[in-house]
């Protein structure tokens, strides 16, 4: 293993940890600075909303730099963010803080994604992505958790300082240990060594590019990754990636509502349940990672049947205590099996450009916010706490839809590529 991806996972490990700790955090934080609770909401909501935005306007703005420089600088920009909520005076600042923290966010995965795929050899680019994803899906185990135990015995502002010393330890180790021209071209050389000649490179079998053509130099400028969307299948993979997560984040939005109404379960057993579905998370991001290079489209359909599944089944069998626990593990595991995938699917059809690697991040934002308004909008309706799941459910069907148009539509361009001309 790189060791590059190590120090990209413990960046993604920090920046995952700010989002989710502010959840444990967040009646400390009320009432330090004296705001109601929907106030304090807003550290969680205008984080979310600051990601959306600063997936897209940071990696425009960078689009010719060095990818390297790119995400020292965006892991400078959490660190002072993190900075600035942990010694904010008022309520003002800290808002602040959590918004500067945020808009690296995107970009950060946007961008780090293509570095840590650059750093193995191509049929191994999905388990990359999923290594540099390791450190945010182990983030979501840990980040409430921590932050409610670090703010209870040393108050809110130590686990703030903790994550600026993590994103210190990131910073030090991108600028160490990650090649300096790791966006660059692989050798054609090296890439031809996992073909057969005339073949098609097994990581890019999925866009019908020669070993050649896969490994070229991404495009740089903001125009040419523009460009990168007037692809189709670039769209299909933004919308499927939309509704993926627009489906899980419905259903869990309001899980916590579930297990204590409808599964029986106590209030303070809601903590280790979100850990159980958080070790989820970490299980379904390698195994996507690895199924994805062996087969992508077929890892990736199968992995979004099974998140639909396990949403009805989640609905049909929440008055078991024991089926609840069971399910919210599976929900983790196929919820995030598809994440790697999608990401590799997207830059590989955009030719690996950044700006559409970040707008995978800013499309799953997208789909959060919308899933979360319909699950809601569905309990409002009178239908329940199970109604989310149902709705979550539905959601990710229509992401099935979606991606097996786009494979369907991949798989004829490569059978139209190989037909030799007349």
Known sequence: ?????????????????????IAGLLPQVASSFAVSEAAAGWLISGYALSVAVGAIALTAAT????????????????????????????????????????????????????????????????????????????????????????????????????????????LAGIAALVPARADQARPVAEAAKTTAVGATE???????????????????????QLRAFRSWQVWLTLVATALSYGGMFGAFSYIAYTFTEVSGFAPADVAW??????????????????????????????????????????GLLAKSATASVVLVFLMGVTGFASVPGMITRVTDFAHGAALAASANVSASNVGNALGAWLGGLAISAGLGYTAP??????????????????????????????????
């Open 63 to 170: 689009a010719r730099l060095p990818r390297k420089h790119i995400l020292v600088g965006l892991v400078a920009l959490f660190v002072i963010g993190n900075l600035l909520s942990a010694v904010a005076p008022n309520y003002q600042v800290m808002l602040l803080g959590r918004i500067v923290a945020a808009l690296c966010h995107g970009s950060f995965f946007g961008i780090g994604s293509l570095v840590a795929r650059s750093l193995v050899a191509p049929e191994k680019k999905s388990q990359a992505v999923a290594i540099m994803f390791a450190g945010l899906t182990v983030a979501n185990v840990l980040g409430v958790p921590f932050g409610a135990l670090v703010g209870e015995r040393w108050g809110w502002r130590a686990a703030f300082w903790a994550v600026t010393a993590i994103g210190l330890l990131a």
């Open 273 to 314: 349940l979100l850990m159980v579905y958080g070790i989820g998370l970490v299980v379904g991001n390698l195994v996507g990672g690895r199924a994805a290079d062996r087969d992508r489209d077929r890892a990736l359909v199968l992995a979004l049947l099974g998140l639909a599944l396990t949403l009805a089944l989640f």
């Open 389 to 422: 799941l149902y709705v979550g459910a539905g959601i990710v069907l229509m992401s099935v839809a979606v991606m097996v148009v786009a494979a369907q539509r991949a798989r004829s361009s490569r059978a139209a590529d190989r037909v030799p001309a007349r």
């Open 1 to 21: 293993m790189p060791s590059g991806l190590i120090a990209l996972a413990l960046g993604g490990f920090g920046i995952g940890l700010t989002e989710f700790l």
């Open 202 to 224: 097994v990581g890019a079998t999925d866009v019908g590019t020669t070993a050649v053509e896969a490994e070229r130099i991404p495009p740089s400028g903001l125009v040419q």
